[in-house]
């Protein structure tokens, strides 16, 4: 049972609050993943969870046991660093043991799981090494290694794979999936990077400025945020933002029109709007289609990224705003050529008006 | 070109070496002095000074005034007394300060940085200053040893070795290497299920062999060197330190060759501990030079 649930956890150092108030609840077995900017408190509150940090208010229960004021090890946590934090001065296989040598286990029990984690990581050979003989990916593998050996109910991961390079970072991060499937462990991994939460999570919590900003399925908040900042800050390239104004209202359908843009209706269930307001409406690049869809914009285009499977433009609309359109397979638009695209009302999302969220914030 | 460049190079090392020569001799020049010295009767020896022959085993040459400082003081008991009181005070020097370093780094606690300041202030207080009254302290501190409870320090050498354990230096000098290291390596050990003293000895320690070489070489000289305090607290000649044992050759008549004789005598240990220390301090930087 490593079902975890935080209650209004709060953090503060002195008269800062870094955490404002945090509800989560994380079933057992599944993989959570903690997102947001820099800055926004995930790291602490993983740290918080792992007992690293002390809590200023709230509950954290782990399984059923109230863990506020419990040590570290007795939380029944394994956590996997940035820095990977394996000792440079022990070999690979009194890094992996060193959880079970300070339990006190016997060197046959040692020697029996240290060799079980290092099958499932495949790195046996690595066994007799010193840290410094290995290269990042390898020591990342150890860091997790010894997370694994100790069998505990919660793996907490911190930014693990910040400090590898891209490639290899694609292979851990697939690596980190599978282990989940192999083990079965409730797995909380902190990110700053969307890609690694939207592959890896069962349940995303995004957060900012010490606050969830909404908690669901990858696929949910993909397609359903909640909030302007969700939807700016998952997907790339980043959501587009135009400023509308509702014209019509009819049933769950909002009509909002701008200079830019022709009628369309568009849901309305972030509403209630009224008509003649002020909102925002959000489009992913990728459901803008080329000269297609019920509604219409023409602009000249300013910037185009050429990725092969798909082509970036980067369209300036007649009021002097940059819509990014994702479109699918590699093709030519010179810049300054008029261009004109399209998209499904029932793709967008509309918005109350609020502040906008800086665009590259993550 | 390349000719040129070749023989800058090679002016460039030339300079370089003769630079290093000239230090490394001035140096090694006192050294090589009191060692010719020791070797040669005493008015050979002030002839010999003002010149080159100072450096040179030239002219009556014989190990009798080592004999002649073997019989005018108890050399061995000297240096024994010092090799024990430093050796003694080196250990627990290193485990008591480096406990210290480790509380006021790793573990939080209400005041440390209070206390720690108290204990860098100190640092400024020269010890002639609080010699005396230190004197008068462990003259009535009680003793428990192998004839029961006693009163006074004095005439020992725990009254050479408890005031000297830790100081403000070395604590100073593990808090701040200890500041560097990788605070994640102490997390992990925490989350890992490791007591604070695990961590000490299993992660912290290990980790330190530059800040304990240093500290016990720093530790090591300043404690050898001794010579006001064991001048003041011991009275009796079996307790009496290396440097104390200097007086002896001052007194009446004053023999240079049996002084130098003595001197080259109680330069050995540290020598000796010097050449091993730097083994350690090599070694240590070897296993510990590790990117994280």
Redesign the interface.
């Known amino acids: 049972m490593a079902k975890i649930s935080l209650q209004n956890i709060k953090k503060s150092y002195g008269n800062v609050d870094v955490i404002k108030g945090v509800d989560i609840d994380i079933e057992d077995g599944e993989f959570c993943v903690f997102v947001g900017p820099s800055g926004c408190g995930k790291s602490t509150l993983l740290r918080m969870i792992?007992?690293?940090e002390d809590i200023s208010a709230g509950e954290l229960v782990i399984g059923d046991t109230r863990v506020n004021d419990l040590?570290?090890?007795q939380r029944g946590?394994?956590?996997v660093?940035?820095?990977?934090?394996?000792?440079?001065?022990m070999t690979v296989r009194e890094n992996v043991a060193?959880?079970l040598t300070?339990?006190g286990a016997s060197k046959a029990e040692k020697d029996a799981k240290v060799a079980e984690a290092a099958r499932i990581l495949q790195m046996e050979h690595l066994l007799d090494r010193?840290?410094?003989q290995l290269s990042g990916g390898q020591r990342q593998r150890v860091a997790i290694g010894?997370a694994i050996v100790?069998k505990p109910q919660v793996f907490l991961f911190d930014e693990p794979l910040s400090n590898l390079d891209a490639a290899l970072r694609m292979d851990m991060r697939m690596e980190i999936g599978k282990l989940h499937q192999q083990l079965g462990a409730t797995m909380i991994y902190v990110t700053h990077d969307q890609v690694e939460a939207m592959t890896l999570a069962d349940k995303i919590v995004v957060l900012k400025d010490g606050k969830v900003m909404q908690i669901g399925a990858p696929m949910d908040l993909y397609h359903n945020p909640a909030n302007l900042f969700v939807a700016g800050f998952l997907g790339a390239p980043s959501m587009n933002f135009l400023n509308v104004e509702v014209v019509g209202l009819e049933g769950d359908l909002a009509e909002v029109s701008s200079p830019v843009l022709g009628k369309v209706s568009v849901s309305a269930k972030r509403g209630p709007f009224a008509v003649g307001e002020a909102a925002i409406l959000g489009l992913r690049p990728q459901y803008i289609t080329l000269e297609s869809g019920k509604a219409l914009m023409k602009g000249k285009v300013a910037l185009t990224e050429r990725l092969g499977a798909e082509t970036v433009v980067d369209i300036g609309l007649g009021d002097g705003t940059s819509l990014i359109a994702a479109l699918p397979q590699d093709a030519v638009y010179t810049v300054g050529s008029d261009i004109a695209v399209g998209f499904d009302g029932d793709k967008a999302h509309l918005f109350k008006a609020e502040a906008l969220p800086e665009k590259g914030a993550h | 070109m390349a000719m040129i460049s070749g023989d800058n190079h090679g002016l460039r090392l030339a300079v370089r070496y003769t630079v290093l020569l000239l230090i490394a001799l001035i140096f090694i020049f006192p050294l090589v002095f009191m060692v010719m010295s020791s070797l040669k009767p005493d008015q050979q020896l002030l002839v010999d000074a003002s010149s080159l022959r100072a450096f040179l085993p030239v002219g009556d040459i014989s190990l009798n005034n080592y004999l002649a400082a073997f019989e005018r003081a108890p050399v061995g008991l000297f240096v024994f007394n010092s090799v024990l009181v430093t050796g003694v005070t080196v250990a627990l020097s290193l485990l008591i300060c480096s406990a210290a370093g480790f509380a006021f780094v790793f573990i939080n606690w209400k005041g440390r940085g209070v206390i720690l300041s108290v204990l860098l202030a100190t640092l400024i207080v020269p010890f002639e200053t609080i010699a005396i009254p230190m004197l008068l302290m462990v003259s009535k501190l009680p003793w428990l040893g192998m004839d029961g409870l006693t009163w006074g320090w004095l005439n020992s050498y725990h009254v050479q070795i408890i005031p000297f354990i830790a100081d403000g230096l070395t604590i100073f000098l593990f808090v701040q290497y200890f500041k560097d290291l990788p605070g994640e390596l102490i997390e992990a050990a925490r989350v890992e299920g490791a007591s604070w003293w695990q961590i000490y000895r299993r992660i912290v320690m290990p980790l330190s062999g530059p800040i304990l070489a240093t500290a016990a070489i720093l530790k090591f000289l300043a404690m050898y060197n001794q010579y006001l305090w064991p001048l003041m607290v011991t009275q009796e000649e079996g307790y009496r330190p290396v440097m104390v044992g200097l007086q002896y050759f001052f007194q009446l008549n004053i023999a240079w060759g049996e002084v130098m004789a003595y001197l080259s005598l109680i330069t050995l240990p540290v020598l000796g501990f010097y050449l091993y220390l730097q083994k350690a301090f090599i070694a240590s930087i070897a296993s510990t030079g590790v990117k994280g």
């Open positions: 792992a007992g690293l040590p570290p090890s946590v394994a956590m660093f940035q820095s990977y934090a394996i000792f440079p001065h060193f959880g300070i339990a010193r840290p410094s010894r100790r």
